[in-house]
């Protein structure tokens, strides 16, 4: 299943943020710790790139990853001398306290009355903007809530008279290329309901803890896993919570957004869907798959010529 979600306001935002680019000094962009590159932004990269900001790469929610996958990510994204990389989380006010202190670092020549630093807080939906705006300002000016694209509007504020900060709303981009990105995107609840089966995505959720964390499966839902797909663990999940529907099915939905909500929550454990080096090869087996394709696509339209052509010899 290809998971895709854009929904107008974005490219609103899009459009807004490529504008306001010009003017800011640090892009502080939010990603969720359990999956750093599924959900960075290739528009933030671009736009900021462009404009040759600096980035504070917040991986939020290592409360929810695991810790070993999250330092290999940080490692990771420093290779690049453009980029500083913090893991967090907004729940821990030290935390959070040292965020201005890092952008401040990425931009020393800002940061007095007649120059105010100025950042733009950005990322996908869901990763935790607003909240961390909420909490670097000590007070709600940002809204929030556990769905996707809360945040549908651009503000400005001042934190004091030497910073300023940019919310965004959360922006996906128009194309995943990798289904498993759509995936995990939409397991870690930062694309709408309306734009997935939640069946299939705890299905593919369920395969990629087996390969990664099957002692956490084992030790939550009390079965043993082995030998089992994501369709089995899912229904094993049914079976152990006594999930059925009228005439005495075992009810798959219920078991699905239950094993969602785990993950979610941190109930399963601190988990990481991907780390550089899984990612690097998703990577590789993709860009073979789209080789294939391509070939595939080329070899058929060339057939479709050769016949047009005998076609046209044999009026």
Not at 158 to 170: E, K, Q, R, S
Not at 189 to 212: D, F, M, P, S, Y
């Amino acid at each position: 299943m290809a998971i895709q979600w854009f929904p107008g306001h974005m490219n609103a935002a899009k459009k807004k943020a490529a504008e306001q680019m010009a003017d800011v000094d640090v892009v502080i962009e939010v990603v969720d710790a359990r999956l750093p590159q599924a959900s960075t932004n290739p528009l933030v990269e671009e736009l900021r790139k462009f404009r040759s900001k600096p980035c504070l790469k917040v991986l939020n929610k290592i409360d929810l990853a695991d810790p070993d996958a999250t330092n290999a990510w940080i490692r990771h994204f420093e290779q690049d001398s453009s980029v500083t990389a913090y893991a967090m989380t907004t729940k821990k006010p030290s935390d959070v306290a040292k965020v201005i202190d890092k952008a401040r670092a990425l931009a020393p020549h800002r940061g007095v009355p007649t120059k105010p630093l100025r950042m733009m807080i950005m990322g996908i939906p869901n990763v935790g903007k607003s909240t961390l705006m909420n909490a670097l300002l000590k007070r709600r000016v940002a809204k929030v809530g556990d769905e996707p694209a809360v945040t549908k509007t651009q503000q400005k504020i001042y934190l004091d008279m030497n910073t300023a900060i940019i919310d965004t709303p959360g922006l996906l981009w128009p194309k995943i290329e990798m289904p498993s990105d759509g995936l995990a995107l939409a397991a870690s609840h930062a694309i709408g309901a309306n734009a997935l089966i939640e069946e299939e995505v705890a299905e593919w959720l369920a395969a990629e803890l087996l390969k990664r964390y099957p002692q956490l499966l084992a030790a939550r839902y009390g079965y043993k896993t082995e030998g089992m797909d994501g369709i089995a663990v899912v229904e094993g999940i049914a079976q152990k919570r006594g999930y059925r529907v009228r005439g005495g099915d075992w009810d798959y939905e219920k078991a699905s957004h239950m094993l969602l909500q785990d993950y979610r929550s941190g109930a399963l454990g601190r988990i990481s869907l991907e780390t550089p080096e899984s990612r690097a090869a998703a990577l590789a087996v993709f860009a073979e798959q789209e080789r294939v394709k391509a070939e595939a696509a080329a070899a058929k339209a060339a057939e479709k010529e050769a016949e047009r052509m005998r076609g046209k010899r044999g009026t």
